[in-house]
Each structure stands twice: as structure tokens, then as C-alpha cells.
């Protein structure tokens, strides 16, 4: 999380809000003679030395851009590969006439110096040399040992610079210098431009009693300054910075107070991208607050104890507003604890997983949009099979769109439809003669066409008279588009949506009577049965179901209320005992089926001699037979796939560990983990929580932790490298979260433990 979070920034912000305000009650006295005289001090300092960073560097980057220019013509390329003679005069001449171009009022150089170490021979402001004749000869040769192509190098203005540049009185010269050719590394010589340091002071020339600037370079040495004395020298000399304060000068921008000898400063500094100088001034503290001492001391009493008040209640409210998002954001860390939440703060996370969350919520309509028919009929085939629960039928029909409609029919009907062929054609035309408002989704279960049909009418004969033009027009236009035969079967009107599945009985009932009836004929269920409904005994398949799917994921208490659900709906029923035995028997069979699908040998919960069926048809009683049920199928069913639950859970444990052990010095990730094992990377998240009680990370950080306590204390091993093996990117990270769990420092703690195993 961001080292300011957003409480942070609330409380800041309250206080903020309360107490300006009351300090500008108080006759803007502190404000004026105070803070803001400072802060504008600050941010004057902090523009001028932007301000004079812009002004410097211009002349400096035109100077750079310019000799670049010069060394890459073709004139400066082509004489770097050949010696220059007395009668090569027209090469010198233009030569001279290409170098003259960098000395003016906007590069102020009054020296330019080519060297070709190559050939020997110099050229500057006075003439054509031989190096090896040359007075600075050593000191150009050194310049070929500077790190960089191109180097910015303060010197003394002795044996370097010509007469024009000795012009200037200067003591020291601003070189730059650049290795020739510019994009060869086989160096040949050298491309000098000199700066006399007294021209760019007077840039910075307007130094006051409290406050003085000044330019440094990388090494804090004094570049630029007004008092030429001063150049060349550290700025400790200045006696305005202390040593220690010089790592507070590594950012680009920054502001600090200091304290010497001299008194009590401000230091403002801007840091150079092009060349990495510093530019500083330094303000007495004194002189910029001696204004404000005439502060009443009422008015820092009254202000005081009304700011006081009001940072309470700002901390207090803001303590408040905060729970609800920190609870948030808390939940999205324990969702996804890889995520990374550096340079963010907690809108920003809020924001980013509403707008994934959105983007889920799109992705999943368009899935659930593409496979809406498919997950309609497989609706309509577990509707007719009734397999729904009440609850989960009248969900379904409002997930569809058909609750509005279907909540409005008087009457009901099925209509079954057969034919060899072409069943998906014969679907679209009786989606095509039905109107939508009349029917739900047409599907085919087991060859046949099925649709459920309703309507508004209240008269029966009307609603008959209804069907029979509709299953007319079915078969016509079958016959006309396909040139099928086809025979229709159609249930009893009903008037409940739960009779559904009897009525899809009956209509699959009246087609079986095509055998006597032949082809293509339309065979209402009134026809046969004397017109009164099939005695369908209702079964409950959806609650077996789960019961069957509890059993296998060995949670015995969810199997305990379902068996007792089943129980309950079989029993709610009114039957005779042998229908009774026929549903327990029907339920005892589907439990063995899974036995057998499993793999369980029966031998490992029914002891030899025992005759399950036998047992249950000589139970009458139903808790009895709760009871038989629970401890004879249910529980050691449970128990076996539990064993074998725990088990697999063990062994997937044991091998991400072991992986862990293995390659813990290496960018090891749960995903990696779980593409080697074939696994989903969240069920194996959640099953090595439940088998260490810690999540994968941890378990990792901590491992790595015991390996760098290991090698602290039975090794010499440097701690960079051992945070570099333990994959920290930096090794900061890796000495605070050492210091989080060990209350100190890796070196810290291999000097205590070194100590302890040598005594």
C-alpha cells in the first residue's frame, strides 16, 4: 500500500480544512510571518533553481548539440583518418572556419581544441600543432581514460586554453570533451570546447545576505559560483551543508534545512538530467523569519487549542468514514493476495475491481447469451424428467423470461412430436406456428419434439378446439416443408406448472398407440385412459441427486438433511407399503450404482453375510429407517471418500512442498505449481491452506526465511547475494522484511548468532 494511504490523506485533508481557517482567524499573523513567508521563500528558491538549471543547460545543450554537429561532418570525419601538413592548408583553413562556428554569444566557448592522437597533430584557436610538441600534451592524452564519450570536466585555466580564453582572468574553465569518432569505439582522439567559468557566474551573479547559489558537480565540488575564489572546492568549505546531509541530494528535486557553524539553512537544490550538476542556494532561516516574530502570544494560544479540537474530530470522523473502505479493500486483499497494490492508493483498487467486475459481469452475459438455448432445453429435458424442485423451477422460469407469461395461462397442455428424421426442422416450425406468449422453449428430449403449451382462455372446449387447429397446422406444414409423416401425442389439459412432468408422460404414453394407429395421426391422452390423468408416482430424483453429490464430497451433515428431505417427500405421499418399499428399493439401488461406479469393493463397508435389501424391507418405521440408512449406506460411504479425499489432499500437499524445498531460490509461483501437476491453481490454493494452514506464499516467504538464517549463521555468504538467491530484487526489501519478523537486521543478526555459536 502506498506509504500515505488514503486514511492518511482523509485526516491530512480534515486537518488541512480546519486548520487553515483558524489560522487565518488569527489575523493571518502566523500564516504571513511564518509558513506562507517560507513556503513562497521555498517555492521561489525551488523556481529560480529551475529557472537558472533551464538558463544554464540551454547554453550547454546548444554547446553539446553544436560540437556534435562539428565532430560528425564529414570535414572533422574525413581529417580524423589522415595527418594534416603545411600543405594541407585548404583542409586547416576549413577546418578552423567549422570550429569558428562554436564560438559564440550562445555557447560563450572562447576555445575549441581537436586532438588527433592518430596522426599527431592538434588544432585550436591559434594554430595547427603536433601533439607530440605540444605543451598540454599529457593532460589531453589523460582526458582518453574519462568514463564517458562525452564529459563535462572542470580544470584549471592553465596550459589548456589559449590567449582567448586566458582573456577572461578565470582561474578554472568548463571543458567538454568528447572522444572522437562519436560512434566508433576505436577512439582516436579528441573534440574540446572551453568555458570560462567567470562567464557562467555571472548567470548566477545576483546572490544576496541570505541567500547564495551556486552549481556543484556530481562529486559536490564547486563548478560555478560568483566568488572565483571558491571554485574548485568542496562545498563543505562553504561551511553551509554538513557530510552527512549529502544524501539528501540524490533526488532530482528536493528542499531540506540545515545547521553549521554559520547558522541554520535551507537548502534547495535541483539535480540536472543532462549532465547530472547540482544546482543549490542556500537561505539563512534567520533572515526569512525574523519577520514573524511578532506573533501574538493570545493568538498562538487560541489557535492552538482550536486547532487541537479540531484534529481530534477530524481524526475521529475520518477513523469512521474509513472502516467501510478499509473493510473493502481488506476483503480484496484476502481474495487476492498476489495483487499489487504499490503506487496505489484504495479507490484506485476499489475502482480497478469494480471495473473487472464489470468486465466480468459483460463476458458472462455474452457466454450466457451464446449458450442460452442450450441451457433453455436443458432446462425443458430436467422440467419434463421432473427433476426441478418447486424453488428451482419457478427460478428458472423467471431466469428465462417465461414466469410472466406462464403465472397468466388458465390451461396447460403438452404436446409430444415424433418423427425419424429432421427433428431440429420439425423444432423451428413449431417455434414458428406457436407464438412465443403461448408456448415456452420447443426441445427435443430422447427423439422426441416436445412443447408446453398454454393459453388465457377460461372455456375448455375453446382451449381444445385451440389445440387441435394448432397440432393441424403443425402436421400440414411438416408434411408441406419437410414431406414427413409425422404423429402427435398430446397430454391432458392441466393447470398447475408442476403437472408438467406427468402431462410429458401422458403426451410419450399417446404416441406408443401409432403401433395399432399408424402414421401420421394426432392421438390426444383423452382418448386413452377414459380421459383421467396417469397415476404417476413422483419420485425425487433432484433431492437423490444431491444427496449422491454430498456423499462424494464426504459432508456427512448436508447428507443427513437430505437424506431426511427425501425421506420426507417420499413418505408425504399417500401409498401403499409396496410403493413405499419400491422408492426406498429404487434408492438403495442408485446408492450401490455408485459403489460400483467408484470402485468401492462392497466388502469395505457391508460385512460378509449381510443382505442389505433383506434388511431394509424389514424396516416399517421411518425413522428406524432413517436411522438404517445413515449407519448401513450413508456413513461408511462417507468415510471411504473421505479416506480417499484426505488422502489425495496429503499427497497434492506434499508434492507442492516438496517443490517448494526444491525451488524455493527460483521464481516458483502457484500457477507454475499447478500447471505440473495438473491441477486448477484454486483448488490447489485451497487445498494446501486446509492441509498447512497457510497459503502457498506464506509458506514460501517463510521457507526463504529459514534459508537466510540458515546461510546468515553457517555461511559467509554476502547478504546481497543471498537476497539476490532468495529472488529480492532489491535487496532492501529483503533486510525489512528480515527486520519485520527478527525485530533486527541481517548483519545484525549474524553478528548475535555467530557470536553464540562460537561461545
Not at 574553465?173 to 574540446?192: F, H, Q, W, Y
Not at 492552538?304 to 469512521?320: D, Q, Y
Request: charged share 20%; with cysteine.
Amino acid at each position: 500500500m502506498n506509504r500515505l494511504n488514503l486514511y492518511k490523506k482523509m485526516v491530512i485533508f480534515g486537518c488541512l480544512l480546519c486548520i487553515i481557517p483558524v489560522l487565518f482567524l488569527g489575523f493571518f499573523s502566523y500564516i504571513k510571518s511564518a509558513d506562507s513567508i517560507q513556503e513562497q521563500v521555498n517555492e521561489s528558491n525551488i523556481h529560480l533553481m529551475k529557472q537558472l538549471n533551464g538558463n544554464m543547460e540551454q547554453i550547454l545543450k546548444t554547446l553539446d548539440q553544436s560540437l556534435n554537429h562539428v565532430i560528425n561532418s564529414t570535414l572533422v570525419q574525413e581529417a580524423l583518418y589522415r595527418p594534416i601538413k603545411f600543405y594541407d592548408f585548404q583542409l586547416y583553413n576549413n577546418l578552423r572556419k567549422e570550429l569558428s562556428h562554436l564560438q559564440s554569444f550562445d555557447t560563450r566557448v572562447t576555445d575549441v581544441i581537436v586532438v588527433n592522437i592518430a596522426h599527431d597533430w592538434v588544432v585550436n584557436n591559434q594554430g595547427l600543432y603536433e601533439l607530440e610538441a605540444y605543451s598540454a600534451k599529457d593532460k589531453l592524452l589523460s582526458f582518453m581514460s574519462l568514463p564517458f564519450n562525452s564529459n563535462w570536466v572542470l580544470l584549471e585555466n592553465k596550459g589548456l586554453g589559449s590567449l582567448d580564453t586566458e582573456s577572461y582572468s578565470c582561474n578554472h574553465i568548463i571543458t567538454l570533451i568528447k572522444k572522437l569518432p562519436n560512434l566508433s569505439s576505436d577512439k582516436r582522439g579528441l573534440a574540446i570546447a572551453n568555458i570560462p567559468s567567470c562567464s557562467l557566474s555571472k548567470i548566477i551573479a545576483n546572490n544576496s545576505d541570505s541567500r547564495e547559489m551556486m552549481i556543484l558537480d556530481s562529486d559536490s565540488r564547486i563548478l560555478i559560483h560568483p566568488d572565483e575564489t571558491k571554485i574548485g572546492q568542496s562545498v563543505l568549505a562553504t561551511n553551509r551543508i554538513n557530510p552527512d546531509d549529502f544524501t539528501l541530494l540524490d533526488n532530482k528535486v528536493g528542499q531540506f534545512k540545515t545547521g553549521t557553524g554559520d547558522g541554520d539553512f535551507t537548502v534547495t537544490y535541483v539535480r540536472s538530467d543532462f549532465n547530472g550538476w547540482i544546482y543549490v542556494s542556500f537561505t539563512e532561516i534567520q533572515q526569512i523569519t525574523k519577520e514573524a516574530k511578532a506573533i501574538g502570544w493570545f493568538t498562538v494560544y487560541v489557535c492552538l487549542a482550536i486547532i487541537v479540537t479540531s484534529v481530534f474530530f477530524v481524526w475521529l470522523g475520518s477513523r469512521r468514514m474509513y472502516t467501510p473502505i478499509r473493510g473493502i479493500v481488506k476483503a480484496i486483499s484476502d481474495r487476492f493476495p498476489d495483487f499489487n497494490a504499490k503506487k496505489k492508493d484504495e479507490l484506485q483498487i476499489i475502482n480497478e475491481h469494480i471495473e473487472d467486475l464489470f468486465i466480468s459481469n459483460s463476458n458472462l452475459k455474452h457466454e450466457l447469451s451464446q449458450n442460452s438455448l442450450q441451457m433453455r432445453s436443458l432446462f425443458l429435458n430436467k422440467f419434463y424428467l421432473g427433476n426441478l424442485s418447486q424453488t428451482e423451477l419457478t427460478d428458472q422460469l423467471i431466469l428465462y423470461g417465461y414466469y410472466t407469461h406462464v403465472r397468466e395461462w388458465n390451461h396447460l397442455i403438452v404436446l409430444t412430436l415424433q418423427v425419424d428424421l429432421l427433428l431440429f426442422a420439425a423444432n423451428n416450425i413449431v417455434e414458428e406456428i406457436v407464438p412465443p406468449e403461448n408456448r415456452l422453449t420447443p426441445v427435443i428430449a430422447d427423439q422426441t419434439q416436445v412443447t408446453l403449451i398454454g393459453s388465457t382462455e377460461t372455456d375448455m372446449e375453446s382451449f381444445n378446439a385451440y389445440i387441435y387447429d394448432m397440432t393441424e397446422s403443425i402436421q400440414q406444414k411438416i408434411h408441406t416443408f419437410l414431406d414427413l409423416d409425422v404423429s402427435i401425442g398430446t397430454s391432458l389439459p392441466f393447470k398447475l406448472l408442476s403437472k408438467a412432468p406427468r402431462a410429458y408422460k401422458e403426451g410419450l404414453e399417446a404416441l406408443k398407440h401409432r403401433m395399432k394407429l399408424g402414421k401420421g395421426v394426432i392421438i390426444p391422452y383423452s382418448n386413452i385412459n377414459s380421459g383421467k390423468h396417469t397415476l404417476i408416482y413422483s419420485y425425487p430424483r433432484h433431492i437423490e441427486n444431491e444427496l449422491i453429490d454430498s456423499i462424494k464430497l464426504a459432508d456427512e451433515e448436508r447428507a443427513t438433511e437430505l437424506l431426511r428431505q427425501w425421506l420426507d417427500e417420499v413418505f408425504h405421499r399417500d401409498r401403499s407399503p409396496h410403493e413405499y418399499q419400491i422408492s426406498l428399493l429404487r434408492l438403495l439401488n442408485d446408492l450401490m450404482i455408485v459403489v460400483q461406479e467408484t470402485g468401492i469393493r462392497l466388502q469395505q463397508f457391508v460385512p460378509e453375510g449381510r443382505f442389505l435389501h433383506q434388511e431394509l424391507l424389514k424396516l416399517y418405521v421411518s425413522d428406524e429407517i432413517e436411522t438404517w440408512f445413515q449407519t448401513s449406506v450413508i456413513r461408511p460411504l462417507i468415510e471411504v471418500f473421505r479416506d480417499r479425499r484426505d488422502s489425495q489432499y496429503h499427497n497434492l500437499s506434499e508434492q507442492i512442498i516438496d517443490m517448494i524445498h526444491n525451488g524455493y531460490d527460483t521464481d516458483l509461483t502457484l500457477e507454475e505449481c499447478a500447471s505440473r501437476l495438473h491441477y486448477n491453481a484454486f483448488y490447489l490454493s485451497s487445498v494446501f491452506k486446509k492441509e498447512t494452514n497457510m497459503s502457498f506464499s506464506d509458506y514460501l516467504s517463510m521457507h526463504r526465511f529459514h534459508m537466510a538464517k540458515e546461510w546468515l549463521t553457517q555461511t559467509d555468504m554476502p547478504i546481497k547475494d543471498i537476497a539476490q538467491k532468495l529472488r529480492y530484487n532489491n535487496p532492501q526489501n529483503f533486510i525489512r522484511f528480515f527486520r519485520k519478523q527478527t525485530g533486527m537486521t541481517p548483519g545484525q543478526y549474524r553478528t548475535q548468532h555467530s557470536h553464540i555459536a562460537k561461545s
